[in-house]
Nanobody, 116 residues
Framework: QVQLLESGGGSVEAGGSLNLSCVAS????????MGWHRQTPEAQKRELVA????????QYRESVKGRFTISRDNVKNTVYLQMTSLKPEDTAVYYC?????????WGQGTQVTVSS
């Protein structure tokens, strides 16, 4: 089994910053990408926030470009998300993910709340 342990998150006022981290452990095969999705209570499904391949290619949701930065430590199987200039619409449960290209594993999620 693969376990993803998230940390960080919390509550912050609009304009503030938060940092998330996620460590993957267990029966890991060759990790292809790690990243973050998020989901609000109203949403039907999770939406991509940012992902990063082992080769360093990144993908960001348009609304977070310039404010969020994803990074990885491939040796530690860890992915980070630096979030700045946070907005109330960033409020959601943030889920870490890891994929080897065939399977996707998810973390339990961590709450991020941004107040106006």
């Amino acid at each position: 089994q693969v376990q993803l342990l998230e940390s960080g998150g919390g509550s912050v006022e609009a304009g503030g910053s938060l940092n998330l981290s996620c460590v993957a452990s267990g029966s890991l095969k060759s990790i292809n990408a790690m990243g973050w999705h998020r989901q609000t209570p109203e949403a039907q499904k999770r939406e991509l926030v940012a992902t990063m391949t082992t080769g360093g290619s990144t993908q960001y949701r348009e609304s977070v470009k310039g404010r969020f930065t994803i990074s990885r430590d491939n040796v530690k199987n860890t992915v980070y998300l630096q979030m700045t200039s946070l907005k109330p619409e960033d409020t959601a449960v943030y889920y870490c993910l890891e994929t080897d290209g065939l399977r996707i594993h998810w973390g339990q999620g961590t709450q991020v709340t941004v107040s106006s």
